[in-house]
């Protein structure tokens, strides 16, 4: 089968058969779940909290759940029809103040109420969960996600969920016994799955139920403050449910077939999943993927606003590279702080050059095919991210032109308008260099041997003329770097003499960029010009006394 083939669908169904890409993998779940249950449309659903300002977390649930979707796609020939809902949760009361909001006072006179009556601490919007939604819809919009938004406030109030609670109150009795074990006993003693709207001050009540009369479709609890007993209709937004028995019921009305959640939340989806089947439902399929932690270890948390926001993370880098630290090991833990961006960035493009070689089987298994909706654009990328940062660490660059004289010289032809994708990446690096590596930039000082070595390289490349290929620098460079310390005897170079420790290559980044480790050296010489290496050589001995 060649290249081609792939785009013939009938081929594409059967590799996607076969893919052992995550992605696949989940889909088949789903095919596997319409033969025992089909329907015309298969709905998949992802959930969102706003009581904090969005995060990366909640982009990459919808992002995996978007690259799921496609895969179930392809391996049903599109013939039958899907959605995505994107749900959020804003008619939980405000049980806390975020950390990273303005106005906290204001939003503090609001604790219980629901997030969609919590004043808007920006004062852009009607409401706090207004603000956050909207920051999360022109997001995903600004991705090109096709999905629907729904709000909790909108499903309850406009009767859309009103079957669904009132199946729920028919089973009162299995939901209380499916979710009493699981609680602390202070905590059982007063639970309910219901939560009353206050009549009287619109707050969320945790309060007992003391009767319930599916019939009438009511419940019975007392006022907290007024002790009076109160008699309300469970359904038109007058009651909602505690968020176990709310993510079953949800399943239930909204036909959910597919949703994915977090690892902290597997005793839940079991929970839930219970409660599910015991209303007549069967829980959808998923799986529970790995947190994203902070620089600290600690899980991101929208309250606590630690880790990135999707702005930081677009301030430095490209949504392609977003999407490729999402895709990758779903159910692996991952650290996502401002040091794991440039790696992404080069990868995404090396993904995309790897695309056009190979086969279609392969091309499942690459990244950027689910990235991409199974359209990747063509690699044209003439200069990797690190390569910039250590162009504009070496220069102290401030401005892009700086940086566009170093890649014409190595890249003759290339321009801002030849390479409009470059050309942002440009500007990534730029901001990346200011606020990450600029502050942390420290030279360290050359041993009395890595002094000689310097000293060596800086008389060797002197020799060379100033148009010398990336290649022959870089073989300068290892000639140079082959002797002791440096000397790595596991390795060979192709003449058969000893090879060279990337200690050598890490060592010139340090002392002559303030910087761990960069690109190829030879690479970078090419670029940043030989003299002004040589340059850059005497200032980093000069300044080592």
Same mark, same amino acid.
């Given at each position: 089968?060649?290249?081609?083939?792939?785009?013939?669908?009938?081929?594409?169904?059967?590799?996607?058969?076969?893919?052992?890409?995550?992605?696949?993998?989940?889909?088949?779940?789903?095919?596997?779940r319409l033969k025992k249950r089909p329907k015309d449309e298969v709905i998949f659903e992802t959930g969102y909290g706003p009581s904090g300002l969005p995060h990366i977390g909640t982009f990459g649930e919808v992002a995996r759940t978007t690259m799921v979707r496609h895969a179930f796609r392809v391996l049903t020939g599109d013939k039958i029809k899907t959605r995505l809902i994107a749900f959020s949760d804003d008619m939980d009361g405000l049980r806390k103040v975020p950390d990273n909001i303005p106005n906290k006072e204001l939003v503090a006179q609001h604790l219980n109420q629901p997030l969609t009556k919590v004043p808007d601490p920006f004062g852009t919007h009607a409401s706090f969960a207004d603000h956050n939604n909207a920051r999360l819809r022109a997001f995903l919009d600004q991705f090109g996600f096709d999905y629907e938004f729904l709000s909790s406030t909108a499903c309850y109030t406009s009767g859309r969920f009103d079957d669904a609670l009132l199946k729920v109150l028919a089973h009162f009795e299995k939901v209380m016994a499916i979710m009493l074990p699981s609680l602390r006993e202070e905590r059982a003693q007063s639970y309910s799955p219901f939560l009353?709207?206050?009549p009287r001050t619109g707050a969320v009540l945790q309060v007992p139920v003391?009767?319930?009369?599916?019939?009438?479709?009511?419940?019975?609890?007392?006022?907290?403050?007024?002790?009076?007993?109160?008699?309300?209709?469970?359904?038109?937004?007058?009651?909602?449910?505690?968020?176990k028995p709310d993510w079953a019921m949800r399943w239930?009305?909204?036909?959910?077939?597919?949703?994915?959640? =977090?690892?902290?939340?597997?005793? #839940?989806?079991?929970?839930?999943?219970? $409660?599910?089947?015991? !209303?007549?439902?069967?829980? /959808? @399929?998923?799986?529970?993927?790995?947190?994203?932690?902070?620089?600290? =270890?600690?899980?991101?948390?929208? #309250?606590?606003?630690?880790?990135?926001? $999707?702005?930081?993370? !677009?301030?430095?880098?490209? /949504? @392609?590279?977003?999407?490729?630290?999402?895709?990758?090991?779903?159910?692996?833990?991952?650290?996502?702080?401002?040091?794991?961006?440039?790696?992404?960035?080069?990868?995404?493009?090396?993904?995309?050059?790897?695309?056009?070689?190979?086969a279609p089987r392969e091309r499942l298994a690459n990244p950027v095919w689910h990235i991409h909706g199974g359209t990747p654009p063509q690699a044209d990328n003439p200069v990797t991210f690190a390569m910039l940062l250590s162009l504009v660490t070496a220069s102290n660059a401030e401005n892009a032109e700086t940086l566009w004289g170093f890649i014409g010289r190595y890249r003759p032809g290339v321009t801002r308008d030849t390479h409009p994708h470059l050309a942002k990446l440009v500007d990534y690096a730029i901001h990346y260099f200011r606020d990450f590596v600029l502050p942390a930039k420290k030279f360290r000082d050359p041993s009395a041997a890595e002094r000689a070595a310097l000293i060596d390289l800086r008389?060797?490349?002197?020799?060379?003329?100033?148009?010398?290929?990336?290649?022959?620098?870089?073989?300068?460079?290892?000639?140079?770097?082959?002797?002791?310390?440096?000397?790595?005897?596991?390795?060979?170079?192709?003449?058969?003499?000893?090879?060279?420790?990337?200690?050598?290559?890490?060592m010139l980044y340090q002392v002559l960029l303030g910087q761990e480790?960069?690109?190829?050296?030879?690479?970078?010489?090419?670029a940043y010009g030989i003299q002004n290496t040589i340059d850059m050589i005497d200032g980093a001995l000069a300044r080592s006394g």
């Amino acid at each position: 089968m060649t290249a081609a083939a792939i785009e013939n669908p009938s081929d594409l169904r059967a590799l996607a058969e076969q893919s052992h890409a995550w992605p696949f993998e989940e889909a088949r779940k789903i095919v596997a779940r319409l033969k025992k249950r089909p329907k015309d449309e298969v709905i998949f659903e992802t959930g969102y909290g706003p009581s904090g300002l969005p995060h990366i977390g909640t982009f990459g649930e919808v992002a995996r759940t978007t690259m799921v979707r496609h895969a179930f796609r392809v391996l049903t020939g599109d013939k039958i029809k899907t959605r995505l809902i994107a749900f959020s949760d804003d008619m939980d009361g405000l049980r806390k103040v975020p950390d990273n909001i303005p106005n906290k006072e204001l939003v503090a006179q609001h604790l219980n109420q629901p997030l969609t009556k919590v004043p808007d601490p920006f004062g852009t919007h009607a409401s706090f969960a207004d603000h956050n939604n909207a920051r999360l819809r022109a997001f995903l919009d600004q991705f090109g996600f096709d999905y629907e938004f729904l709000s909790s406030t909108a499903c309850y109030t406009s009767g859309r969920f009103d079957d669904a609670l009132l199946k729920v109150l028919a089973h009162f009795e299995k939901v209380m016994a499916i979710m009493l074990p699981s609680l602390r006993e202070e905590r059982a003693q007063s639970y309910s799955p219901f939560l009353p709207l206050s009549p009287r001050t619109g707050a969320v009540l945790q309060v007992p139920v003391i009767a319930h009369d599916a019939n009438a479709g009511t419940i019975t609890y007392e006022d907290p403050d007024t002790t009076e007993r109160v008699t309300t209709l469970v359904t038109g937004g007058r009651c909602k449910l505690q968020w176990k028995p709310d993510w079953a019921m949800r399943w239930i009305a909204l036909g959910v077939d597919y949703e994915m959640a =977090g690892k902290d939340l597997i005793d #839940s989806v079991k929970l839930s999943g219970e $409660i599910c089947r015991a !209303l007549g439902g069967m829980p /959808p @399929e998923g799986f529970n993927y790995e947190l994203f932690l902070d620089e600290n =270890g600690q899980k991101i948390s929208k #309250s606590k606003g630690n880790g990135l926001t $999707i702005e930081e993370w !677009l301030r430095y880098a490209s /949504p @392609e590279s977003l999407s490729l630290f999402m895709y990758r090991e779903p159910k692996a833990a991952k650290r996502l702080y401002f040091d794991v961006i440039p790696r992404h960035v080069d990868e995404y493009q090396q993904f995309l050059e790897a695309y056009e070689r190979q086969a279609p089987r392969e091309r499942l298994a690459n990244p950027v095919w689910h990235i991409h909706g199974g359209t990747p654009p063509q690699a044209d990328n003439p200069v990797t991210f690190a390569m910039l940062l250590s162009l504009v660490t070496a220069s102290n660059a401030e401005n892009a032109e700086t940086l566009w004289g170093f890649i014409g010289r190595y890249r003759p032809g290339v321009t801002r308008d030849t390479h409009p994708h470059l050309a942002k990446l440009v500007d990534y690096a730029i901001h990346y260099f200011r606020d990450f590596v600029l502050p942390a930039k420290k030279f360290r000082d050359p041993s009395a041997a890595e002094r000689a070595a310097l000293i060596d390289l800086r008389d060797a490349l002197s020799q060379l003329p100033a148009d010398a290929s990336a290649p022959a620098i870089q073989d300068v460079v290892y000639e140079v770097g082959r002797r002791e310390p440096f000397l790595d005897h596991k390795k060979k170079a192709k003449d058969g003499k000893p090879g060279v420790s990337l200690d050598w290559f890490n060592m010139l980044y340090q002392v002559l960029l303030g910087q761990e480790k960069g690109p190829r050296f030879g690479s970078f010489v090419a670029a940043y010009g030989i003299q002004n290496t040589i340059d850059m050589i005497d200032g980093a001995l000069a300044r080592s006394g």
